[in-house]
């Protein structure tokens, strides 16, 4: 305790003085049932956690919910929570299961539209897509959107969400909605993913301030042919694309491309490519991952997740690994390698035409033999490296 003047001088509480803003900035980073439980800090905290503007109501959360309250009225106990809050809501997370109603959903939805909602993620786990409601169109503040397993179908009314900046799909649309419209009404949109939406390249053309695009290969349903060819055309009507994460999941109708061309641009912008659900064993979807490599002359980054598998495709196209020139890279990552001719080809390629490569690293996948592991080793120690920094780096997966 210090004295002055012959007085004590009280120590500040500096818990309790804190502004609002620092407050909420703290409650925002605790699990919403944890921040509901500051109430019992002191009398001055009983009612901080109504100042909460950032809500996650994931598994974790009713699965608390369910050990408190069972199974009933989970959604009676999220609208009471809205109700008692203060300020400004920014962000909303909900992951739906069989027992929310639909209805709690849109009124919830109603309240946010009110609140000046931002970060809005809808997760639907039930088997019945859901219905968004109507109200959501309305939320014009909104710049992150991630929708699963939802109805999606805007109103005529629909002018767009002129501050979106990420979009993330996993949706089913009406038949009348037209994504290209859709794109266009969302100007600042610099993100987007689609999970097992289909769309069409033309569409996705129309985003022109594209930075990142995710979507898987089968989806593109507008291309009567698909090849490498298919994502250079799209990539080269993207200017300021970024990174490109592609999935070849289910992708069983790759073709080489026909005469195979060579694009004049050389995407300058486009630094990242991540490629999943390959699989090498399929020597069209090899060629493709090839072609697109050897094409994005600029790229630095690169990640490949392969899928072991033991079917037999045929022998591949023929791939000229000589006929390119340098690449860029300096970090590449490949998981789930099995250790087979077509990706020690491939990693060959990569390491050789590489110069200023600093990090390779290869993820081994787990159900390979000892023996093989220690020959794939001591190829991988006899391939020539373009960059004499280049590092490998090998691991279990």
Not at 212 to 233: A, M, R, T, V
Not at 251 to 261: A, F, P, Q, S, V
Not at 298 to 315: M, R, S
Request: proline share 4%.
């Amino acid at each position: 305790m210090e004295f002055i003047h012959g007085t004590h001088k009280a120590p500040q509480d500096f818990i309790t003085n804190m502004p609002d803003n620092v407050v909420t900035s703290i409650l925002d980073r605790l699990l919403v049932q944890h921040a509901v439980r500051t109430s019992i800090l002191s009398r001055s905290w009983r009612f901080k956690w109504t100042m909460l503007s950032q809500l996650v109501f994931d598994k974790m959360f009713f699965k608390d919910l369910r050990k408190s309250k069972g199974k009933n009225n989970h959604g009676g106990v999220i609208s009471r929570l809205l109700l008692h809050l203060s300020g400004a809501i920014t962000k909303f997370v909900v992951c739906i299961n069989d027992v929310l109603d639909a209805e709690d959903i849109n009124h919830w939805i109603l309240f946010l539209s009110r609140k000046g909602i931002k970060d809005l993620t809808i997760r639907n786990r039930d088997e019945t897509p859901l219905m968004l409601p109507t109200h959501l169109f309305s939320c014009l503040e909104l710049k992150h959107v991630r929708l699963f397993n939802c109805c999606f179908n805007p109103p005529p009314t629909f002018h767009g969400f002129p501050n979106l900046l990420s979009l993330d799909f996993g949706v089913d649309f009406d038949e009348n909605v037209q994504l290209g419209e859709l794109f266009t009404k969302c100007p600042l949109l610099e993100i987007l993913t689609m999970e097992e939406c289909k769309v069409k390249t033309f569409e996705i053309a129309k985003i022109k301030n594209l930075k990142i695009l995710s979507l898987y290969f089968c989806d593109l349903d507008n291309i009567s042919i698909k090849s490498s060819s298919s994502i250079l055309e799209l990539v080269g009507s993207l200017p300021k694309l970024q990174e490109l994460h592609l999935n070849f999941e289910n992708c069983d109708d790759l073709t080489e491309g026909g005469d195979r061309k060579r694009f004049s641009a050389d995407f300058p912008c486009l630094k990242v490519l991540k490629l999943s659900s390959l699989i090498l064993d399929n020597g069209m979807e090899l060629f493709c991952a090839f072609e697109l490599i050897r094409s994005f002359t600029n790229l630095q980054t690169l990640e490949i997740t392969a899928v072991p598998n033991d079917w037999d495709f045929g022998p591949p196209p023929h791939i000229n690994y000589d006929a390119t020139g340098l690449l860029q890279l300096r970090s590449v990552k490949f998981e789930c390698v099995k250790g087979s001719e077509n990706e020690l080809c491939l990693i060959k390629f990569l390491l050789a035409s590489s110069p200023f490569l600093k990090k390779f690293v290869i993820h081994r996948h787990s159900h390979i033999a000892s023996h093989e592991r220690m020959m794939f080793a001591k190829k991988l120690l006899m391939l020539h490296r373009a960059s004499p920094a280049a590092e490998i780096d090998l691991f279990q997966f």
